[in-house]
């Protein structure tokens, strides 16, 4: 029976009885929601993370957060969740949904961040309007699975013992009297045997393994079977932790096997790139869109060549200082703004301190004071620190771009105190995620 697919987006609603997730599937997602939850509240975290339990319209309801990706239940019903950033367009082609583009754009994103995983995805072939996010994971999967093939699987030296009818290796002479008493022709032998038998091998098989049976795509389905059948001589993994733990992450031998094997917990042991792991019931692999936007917007402010210096995630200021009872000057509130860099021009070199917010800005009033506070928190934490080159500084807020921004306020001033300059520059730069460009 083929998958059912719910597809949502960012700050959706899922209701009880709307007819996206059956009564017990609402049910199964709605306990792992309040389970997580409560879990990251007892570990002093985000209480709400994926998706936020609430009533909509007088019924039970999830509100999805910033989070995207996929939710798997074992009865193969796959929850997706994609960025909301575009909408239909009457003149747009029928094809270019936005599931499509919001697919897309998760891709692009995803090839900019630190994870080794997602470096080198090649989406040729890839049907964005057809498949959902699981697939393409799976696709990923199965190219890094490709890549070990290509290079060579790797064998070990393994240590066996068998009764055979000629001598190969040490006879042991104990367990041979034991055994073969009375019969001659049998020698009972201990060797080694080069053997791909390992527990690398062991855990890509069974992930293998594991897609086949929960896979729906025929096309997907092909080439796992393909790849299945190449690691025939590997048996699947009795104990996914253990062999995890035996395998050699750090070696340069097994280094082109290290992406295949953290997709294969993926799949295996619910595992994900977040600090969120799936249970028996409930997979998960998602994504703070946060995250992915700053990530990508600091992937194009790097290859742009007059900004230099690029510092991600500056932690060497604080807000405020206070005096301990030892009397002693502490540092509180440490200020990380997404991105540092400096900007040469003619003489002189201006500062630029910026931060990437994932929110859709289509009118003035959707702009967050918060936002403006933090940014002039930057401003006069750094200005305080007044650089010899006497160079300026400036502030950029940067979102993304939406198409309906033309009448938002780009510069703004604030007024100051006298220990910092009068002309404080706060610059709202829009970013098309789609073309991958700061839009003037």
């Not at 527990?199 to 897609?211: M, Q």
């Amino acid at each position: 029976m083929k998958p059912k697919l719910v597809t949502i987006f960012e700050h959706d609603y899922i209701v009880r009885d709307s007819g996206k997730l059956s009564d017990a599937d609402f049910n199964k997602l709605y306990s792992y929601v309040c389970n997580e939850n409560q879990k990251a509240e007892n570990n002093n975290s985000v209480g709400t993370w994926l998706l936020k339990p609430c009533f909509y319209s007088g019924k039970q309801a999830l509100k999805a957060t910033q989070y995207i990706g996929i939710i798997q239940f074992d009865d193969g019903v796959v929850l997706e969740i994609l960025p909301k950033l575009f909408k239909t367009k009457q003149d747009s082609p029928q094809e270019q949904t936005p599931e499509k583009q919001s697919r897309e754009l998760v891709l692009k994103m995803l090839r900019t961040l630190k994870t080794a995983n997602f470096k080198n995805i090649h989406s040729a072939g890839l049907d964005f309007a057809k498949i959902h996010l699981l697939d393409i994971f799976i696709w990923m999967f199965l190219d890094e699975v490709d890549s070990i093939v290509k290079q060579g699987i790797k064998h070990k030296y393994i240590e066996r013992e068998e009764n055979l009818n000629f001598f190969k290796g040490k006879l042991l002479v104990s367990q041979n009297i034991a055994k073969n008493y009375g019969l001659k022709h049998k020698n009972y032998m201990q060797y080694d045997d080069y053997l791909p038998n390992i527990p690398e091998n062991r855990l890509i098989k069974s992930a293998l393994g594991y897609l086949l049976k929960t896979c729906k795509s025929s096309h997907l389905l092909k080439e796992i079977r393909k790849s299945y059948f190449i690691f025939d001589e590997v048996s699947n993994s009795l104990n996914i932790q253990l062999d995890y733990t035996l395998c050699n992450k750090n070696s340069r031998i097994f280094s082109h096997y290290q992406n295949a094997l953290e997709w294969a917990m993926v799949f295996l042991a619910g595992n994900s790139f977040t600090t969120q792991a799936g249970s028996h019931r409930v997979k998960s692999l998602l994504f703070d869109m946060n995250k992915l936007f700053e990530s990508y917007v600091g992937s194009k402010l790097k290859s742009i060549e007059e900004y230099s210096n690029l510092i991600f995630q500056d932690s060497q200021q604080y807000l405020a200082y206070g005096v301990t009872k030892e009397n002693k000057q502490k540092e509180y509130f440490n200020l990380k703004p997404d991105f540092i860099f400096k900007i040469k021009a003619s003489n002189t070199t201006k500062l630029i301190i910026a931060d990437a917010k994932w929110k859709i800005i289509s009118e003035q009033q959707h702009l967050s004071s918060s936002d403006l506070y933090q940014m002039f928190a930057y401003y006069h934490r750094y200005s305080a620190n007044k650089r010899a080159d006497g160079g300026s500084i400036e502030i950029w807020l940067i979102y993304p771009y939406y198409g309906e921004q033309a009448s938002i306020i780009r510069q703004y001033s604030f007024e100051s105190c006298s220990c910092v300059e009068n002309n404080i520059h706060l610059q709202i730069k829009f970013f098309d995620p789609v073309n991958y460009e700061f839009i003037d």
